[in-house]
C-alpha cells in the first residue's frame, strides 16, 4: 500500500512537471500562454516581458495574468542579492504608473541566487496604455535600494496577441 501511494505521488508530481516545462516552452516561444481549468470553465492567460536577455531565466520580469474579467499584475527578478522589492513603477510611452505589492513569494534558488515575485492590482488605465505600448521601462522599489529596467523593443510583440 506504502509503495503504491509513493508511486502515485510519483506519477502526479511527474505530470505537473510536464506541464510547467509545457507552459515554459510556449512562454518562450510566444511570450504568452493560455491555460483551460475544466473545474471552473475559465480560461487563463498569462504575458510575460523580460528585461534580461537569457533565453531560459532572465533577470527580471514583469507579467500580466488574466483570469476571467479579472487582471493581476506581477514581477519577477532572479539574482545574487536581496532586493525585497515593495513597490513596483512601470512607464508606458511615458506614462507613469505606480503599484504598491499586494502579495509576494521569495525563495533560494539554486547556486546561491534568489528569486522575488511580488503582485499588484493594475488600473484600468494601464492595461489600456499596455495594449498599445510601443516603450516600457519599470522600477522595482526595494527596501533599501531599487533597481531599474527596459524592454526591448522586440520584446513587445506578445502584447498585442495577447489581447486580442
Known sequence: MKTLFIISI???????????????KEMRKNGWTTSYDEMTGRTTKKLNLTAGSLKTMSESSIGLIKS?????????????????????MVKIDGVLFEFESTDESRKITSQAYISERNWYNPSDEFI??????????YRLYGKDYYKDYEINENKLAPIADFFF
Open 128 to 137: 489600456e496604455a499596455l495594449k498599445n505600448a510601443k516603450e516600457i521601462k
Open 10 to 24: 510519483s506519477i502526479l508530481c511527474s505530470l505537473n512537471s510536464l506541464c510547467q516545462n509545457q507552459e515554459r
Open 68 to 88: 476571467g474579467d479579472t487582471y493581476i499584475l506581477y514581477s519577477y527578478l532572479y539574482q545574487s542579492q536581496w532586493l525585497f522589492v515593495e513597490k513596483l
